[in-house]
C-alpha cells in the first residue's frame, strides 16, 4: 500500500469554528509532513513529524495544532482560521534516513474559510 | 535561507513538442527530486538524483544532475496531452532540518493537441 489518505477532501469553515484535518499511512514511513499549497504555487512546508516527534514547526501561527497520535496517523487541528488561510492542505510521508526518502503526497483537503 | 530556482514559470508547446525545465541553485545540493502535479492533483514523485552528473531516463522524461551538483534539469520528448501540468524540483534543505524540502517555483506545462 502506497497510499497516503486524507480526511476530509472539501471542508468549509467560518472564522469561529473548530475543525480537524486527518492523515494516513501504512507504508511503515516515521516522517510526516504538513504543507499548504496555494494556487500555481509550490507546497509550503508547514509542520515535519520525525518518528512522531515534531521535529519542524516553519513559523506557523497558533491557529493551526498538528498532532501525531501514532506512526500512522496525523492531524491537524484548525481553529479560529482566517479567509487567507483557505488552501489546499496537503499530508505527506517519507522514509527517515534512507534513500530514496522521496515524499508521498495525499490527495489534500480543500480548505475555505468564510 | 536556500533557495532554488526553477524556469521558465510557464510553457505553452504543441503536442509532439519537446519541453525543457531548469532548476539552479547557489550551493550544492546533497540531491534533487522531482514532483509532478496534474491540475486538481496533488505531487507525485518522479525521480530523485544523487550523483554528480546523473543522468536518468524514464520513457520519454530524461533527467539530469550537474556536476556540480547545483543545477538540474527535466526535458521531455513528445510531449503528450498527459503530460500536462506544473513541475517542481525539490532539494534538500540541509542541516539539522532532515525532511524539509525546498521547492522551485515550478513549471507548468501547457500541451496543446
Known amino acids: 500500500d502506497t497510499e497516503v489518505t486524507q480526511t476530509p477532501k472539501h471542508l468549509v469553515m467560518g472564522m469561529t469554528n473548530k475543525k480537524s484535518l486527518k492523515c494516513e499511512q501504512h507504508?511503515?514511513?516515521?516522517?510526516m509532513y504538513w504543507y499548504k499549497q496555494k494556487a500555481k504555487k509550490p507546497p509550503e512546508l508547514m509542520f515535519v513529524?520525525?518518528?512522531?516527534?515534531?521535529?519542524i514547526n516553519e513559523s506557523v501561527p497558533s491557529r493551526f495544532s498538528p498532532e501525531c497520535p501514532n506512526s500512522s496517523l496525523l492531524n491537524l487541528h484548525l481553529h479560529a482560521l482566517q479567509p487567507e488561510d483557505s488552501a489546499l492542505y496537503l499530508c505527506?510521508?517519507?522514509?527517515?534516513?534512507?534513500?530514496?526518502?522521496?515524499?508521498?503526497f495525499g490527495p489534500g483537503t480543500r480548505l475555505t474559510v468564510t | 535561507g536556500q533557495q532554488v530556482m526553477q524556469i521558465p514559470q510557464y510553457q505553452h508547446v504543441q503536442e509532439g513538442e519537446d519541453f525543457t525545465t531548469y532548476c539552479n541553485s547557489s550551493?550544492?545540493?546533497?540531491?534533487i527530486q522531482w514532483y509532478k502535479q496534474r491540475p486538481g492533483g496533488h505531487p507525485v514523485f518522479l525521480i530523485q538524483?544523487?550523483?554528480?552528473?546523473e543522468v536518468k531516463k524514464q520513457k520519454r522524461l530524461t533527467f539530469q544532475f550537474g556536476e556540480a551538483k547545483k543545477n538540474s534539469s527535466l526535458h521531455i520528448t513528445a510531449t503528450q496531452t498527459t503530460d500536462v501540468g506544473t513541475y517542481f524540483c525539490?532539494?534538500?534543505?540541509?542541516?539539522?532540518?532532515?525532511?524539509?524540502?525546498?521547492f522551485g517555483q515550478g513549471t507548468i506545462l501547457t500541451v496543446h493537441p
Open positions: 505527506a510521508s517519507s522514509q527517515v534516513g534512507v534513500l530514496p526518502d522521496e515524499q508521498y
Open positions: 507504508m511503515g514511513h516515521r516522517a
Open positions: 513529524y520525525s518518528y512522531e516527534k515534531l521535529s
Open positions: 550551493t550544492t545540493l546533497s540531491n
Open positions: 538524483l544523487v550523483k554528480s552528473g
Open positions: 525539490a532539494a534538500p534543505a540541509g542541516g539539522t532540518s532532515y525532511g524539509k524540502l525546498t
